[in-house]
């Protein structure tokens, strides 16, 4: 596999001298760029995995090569002493990704790795989350077509990377954009954008590949080959209004996920927008049934997902807010709502003082949907079960239970030229058990302070204080935060999250920061607890550990 890996490492050292040459020849002006990211770790006694090694590091470089006809690049990774967390799958080095892109008038095509979205990704979705350790893109061959004014076309085919291989399965798809107000002069002149799409994706899978799933004692189950999935959607945008209406469906997709049944996959959204100034508007809605969908019908945890959902909920920034973040439900489905509403009180108000005054309320509701199992069971089976249709669900009904509920208030304020205040209310319902797979229902309320303080241009004092109340799991905890920043070098931060209800364990951070041009490095004390890193719905378990890190990062 690493010497596998070397031919497009030897392809990336060479893409400066390629530029070089080229630009003497003087035929057009290409350039280099990309970037290098190495975080880094002299852990402190036996890690999360049983090891005592005593360095560790996730380090990437990336290369990109841009030119008027010919773009390329690559990206080498090297995590074999990874960190806590990353131990399993991730071990290895190579380069897991490099590209070939030729660009012509009208015509964009892709050979090697490559990342693609359809829509809002209800089908498809392929990204790099390295927080998350996720990197599915895909290895083939993609066409990007834009014949005529107004409409875009994608093409493409390829196999989902998985860690340092590929899955089997092979994805084949397409996806057409049109933009409606470029044909339309009465829509273009009163500023009115309308776009309508609508994907193809075909998913081809041995159906024995990863070995027999029986049914019972003596019959097993006979898989599709061939799993289709179709997405629509229209977006509609005039001033400050914003309408997304989206529809997607797949065929029937047994998997581990899923219980092995061969219920059809559906998922509906819908959202709107109003933004002005001083004032904007969220509503969005979204129900989604029996639609996870992977390139390895074997597969579990976070890894060879072909399509993604956002999960509305509300995604926190401050430690406390996102102890218990939500992680969408794909393969049992739910009802998700989220409402968000933005204020400011104009200055020299009664609300809005001397410098104004910011309010935003935010509010998240996700349910389970009603299930009704039916199917033919067979003389070992039961209904509802492997082998089965599974279950029967009324699109508009609810289920019996709240897997996750969040209302948040948020207040910024002024109080002088040079102190800032932001303030945050939060109640909560975790439903752990659901998420998790037990644990129970966490009730919890959450207050946030944030105050920030400008002694003079080059230097500024931040400090958090934040308290999470729960009777439930672990109980309450506190956690405070003091920020240092000299600009333009230096920032210094010290923060404990410690938990009041039963461990009774402090987390320290001590942190050292210097960015000098495209330089950044940061450097200090860490001890994490464990728990779960989450963005966009997508959640990833990290083991506590603690140690001295070191992190750099170079843009270039």
């Known amino acids: 596999m690493k010497k596998k890996h070397l031919l497009p490492a030897v392809a990336l050292l060479a893409l400066p001298v390629c530029a070089q040459e080229m630009e003497n020849d003087g035929h057009y002006n290409p350039s280099l760029s990309g970037s290098v990211q190495s975080d880094m770790l002299v852990p402190q006694g036996t890690q999360s995995d049983g090891s005592h090694e005593n360095f560790r590091t996730?380090?990437?470089?990336?290369?990109?090569?841009?030119?008027?006809?010919?773009?390329?690049?690559?990206r080498f990774s090297y995590l074999d002493h990874p960190l806590p967390g990353f131990e399993k799958d991730f071990k290895g080095w190579g380069v897991p990704y490099f590209y070939l892109k030729a660009k012509f008038r009208n015509v964009e095509v892709t050979g090697g790795n490559f990342y693609e979205q359809f829509g809002s990704g209800f089908i498809l979705r392929t990204y790099e989350e390295r927080s998350l350790g996720i990197d599915n893109s895909l290895f083939g061959a993609r066409a990007i077509l834009k014949p005529i004014k107004g409409v875009r076309l994608k093409g493409l085919a390829g196999r989902q990377r998985r860690y340092w291989n590929y899955n089997h399965a092979w994805l084949a798809g397409a996806d057409l954009e049109l933009s409606i107000d470029q044909w339309v002069k009465a829509l273009e002149q009163s500023?009115?954008?309308?776009?309508?799409?609508?994907?193809?994706?075909?998913?081809?899978?041995?159906?024995d590949e990863d070995g027999s799933v029986f049914y019972d004692a003596t019959h097993k189950l006979n898989f599709p080959t061939s799993v289709d999935a179709w997405d629509v959607r229209a977006n509609l945008q005039k001033g400050p209004f914003s309408l997304l209406a989206e529809y997607a469906?797949?065929?029937?997709?047994?998997?581990?996920?899923?219980?092995?049944i061969y219920r059809k996959g559906y998922a509906a959204m819908l959202s709107a927008s109003y933004s002005k100034k001083g004032f904007s508007v969220l509503a969005q809605a979204k129900r989604t049934d029996n639609m996870s969908s992977r390139s390895r019908r074997q597969m579990n945890g976070?890894?060879?997902?072909i399509d993604h959902m956002p999960a509305f909920a509300y995604e926190h920034t401050y430690t406390l807010a996102a102890l218990y973040p939500y992680a969408t439900q794909l393969a049992k489905g739910?009802?998700?709502?989220?409402?968000?509403?933005?204020?400011?009180?104009?200055?020299?108000?009664?609300?809005?003082?001397?410098?104004?005054?910011?309010?935003?309320?935010n509010f998240s509701h996700i349910h389970s949907i009603a299930k009704n199992a039916h199917g033919l069971a067979g003389h070992a089976g039961t209904a509802g079960g492997r082998g089965t249709d599974g279950y029967g669900s009324a699109f508009w009904k609810w289920g019996n239970e709240t897997y996750y509920q969040d209302f948040n208030v948020q207040l910024d304020k002024r109080l002088t030229r040079n102190f800032k205040l932001h303030l945050m209310y939060m109640n909560q319902l975790y439903n752990k058990t659901a998420v998790e797979g037990e644990?129970?229902?966490?009730?919890?309320?959450?207050?946030?302070?944030?105050?920030?303080?400008?002694?003079?241009?080059?230097?500024?004092?931040?400090?958090?204080?934040?308290?999470?109340?729960?009777?439930?799991?672990?109980?309450?905890?506190?956690?405070?935060?003091?920020?240092?920043?000299?600009?333009?070098?230096?920032?210094?931060?010290?923060?404990?999250?410690?938990?009041?209800?039963?461990?009774?364990?402090?987390?320290?951070?001590?942190?050292?920061?210097?960015?000098?041009?495209?330089?950044?490095?940061?450097?200090?004390?860490?001890?994490?607890?464990?728990?779960?890193?989450?963005?966009?719905?997508?959640?990833?378990y990290v083991p506590s550990y603690q140690g001295w890190t070191v992190s750099y990062n170079y843009n270039f």
């Open 191 to 207: 500023g009115t954008y309308l776009t309508l799409g609508g994907s193809y994706l075909n998913k081809r899978e041995g159906a």
């Open 334 to 361: 739910e009802w998700a709502y989220q409402g968000q509403v933005g204020y400011n009180f104009k200055r020299r108000t009664l609300l809005g003082g001397k410098y104004g005054t910011g309010l935003q309320v």
């Open 249 to 260: 469906q797949k065929t029937q997709d047994p998997s581990f996920d899923n219980g092995y």
């Open 58 to 74: 996730n380090t990437y470089l990336d290369l990109n090569f841009m030119s008027k006809f010919l773009d390329a690049g690559g």
């Open 439 to 540: 644990g129970g229902k966490i009730r919890s309320n959450i207050f946030v302070a944030d105050a920030k303080y400008q002694f003079s241009p080059k230097t500024t004092l931040r400090a958090e204080a934040q308290y999470l109340t729960t009777p439930n799991d672990e109980g309450d905890w506190a956690f405070g935060l003091l920020e240092l920043s000299l600009a333009p070098h230096w920032m210094f931060t010290v923060s404990d999250e410690y938990n009041v209800g039963k461990t009774h364990k402090h987390y320290w951070n001590v942190l050292a920061t210097y960015n000098v041009g495209s330089h950044r490095i940061q450097a200090g004390y860490v001890r994490t607890r464990a728990g779960y890193n989450c963005s966009g719905g997508v959640c990833r």
């Open 302 to 305: 976070s890894s060879s997902f």
